[in-house]
């Protein structure tokens, strides 16, 4: 995959990747034409799995790299860190706070954001296509990092990004698509939904990449923003959403580390 991609520009490496990340999220989200249910357990596990590998990237393939980036520019490293991290949860918040959205699972009374009309299966697409903007601005970063050839950013770490995560995309194409073919929706129309709220990645993660290779002075900044942003989306609904049940708890939490682990080893090996 790293020789396919390094024939291309870093902005149509960053579409590649981030269309196979959407890719992954249809291929979730493809599980309805299977079965109209699949099991809490086993879901809530797949949440916490997401969650341990945007951890994970969120350090690894984020923050470590633009603090590198930060000392080679000359800048003061942990205040471009800081900066860049709070501005991402910042970011996060502000768009949650008045994007009309609704987290699977929950009641149509528990709607977020501004108060709307909208029909749930609208809201629950918006929710998953909330947290994957900085999932795909993560992975335009990194490869616009790499054109912008600062020895801390490689092509393989870019790669271990964006196959992370492709990886942490599929239970949330399945999170949409099965609650919708519960309620009611065809297959057909359940997996349209649930592939929808992948769409923005592409979007994002070409931006991403010429944002930074423009303006190389704020790759520090763009990388924690990212993980900053894709911090805010863990804490604040992939580790809620996956220990909701109690008896669920101990298996979900060592499916978290199994994904911090996964992703771990992924940007390592190949970063």
């Given amino acids: 995959m790293i020789d396919f991609l390094q024939q291309y520009n870093p902005v149509t490496q960053a579409f590649i990747a981030t269309l196979f ?19 809490q357990k086993f879901m809530d596990s797949m949440l916490g799995f997401a969650a341990g590998v ?3 990237a969120s350090f690894w393939s984020l923050l470590s790299p633009g603090i590198e980036m930060a000392e080679q520019l000359g800048q003061i490293p942990w ?8 501005g991402g949860g910042i970011f996060m918040r502000v ?9 699977p699972g929950l009641s149509i009374d528990k709607t977020e954001g501004v108060k709307t009309s909208w029909q749930r299966s609208t809201l629950l697409v918006l929710a998953i296509t909330l947290h994957n903007i900085p999932e795909g601005l993560a992975v335009g970063v990194a490869f616009g990092a790499v054109g912008a050839g ?38 057909g129309k359940s997996f349209l939904m649930g592939q929808a709220s992948g769409v923005v990645e592409p979007i994002a993660g070409v931006i991403g990449a010429l944002f930074v ?10 990388l924690c923003f990212a993980a900053g942003a894709m911090i805010f989306v ?4 992939l580790i809620p959403e996956s220990q909701r049940k109690y008896e669920n708890i101990d298996t979900v939490t ?10 771990m080893i992924l940007d390592v090996a190949l970063g």
């Fill in 54 to 56: 945007m951890i994970a």
């Fill in 95 to 103: 768009i949650d706070k008045f994007l009309p959205h609704i987290h």
């Fill in 254 to 263: 060592m499916a978290t580390m199994v994904g911090f682990s996964v992703m």
């Fill in 150 to 187: 600062l020895p801390s950013a490689t092509i393989g770490g870019a790669v271990a990004l964006a196959i992370g995560i492709g990886i942490q995309n599929f239970p949330e194409g399945t999170a949409v698509s099965m609650p919708l073919r519960r309620e009611g929706m065809s297959k």
């Fill in 234 to 237: 863990v804490v604040e609904e």
């Fill in 79 to 86: 205040l471009s860190a800081v900066i860049g991290f709070m």
């Fill in 21 to 39: 990340t959407w890719g992954v999220t249809a291929a979730g989200a493809a599980l309805v034409f299977f079965s109209k249910t699949i099991n």
């Fill in 213 to 222: 290779m423009k303006m190389q002075n704020i790759l520090p900044y763009a």
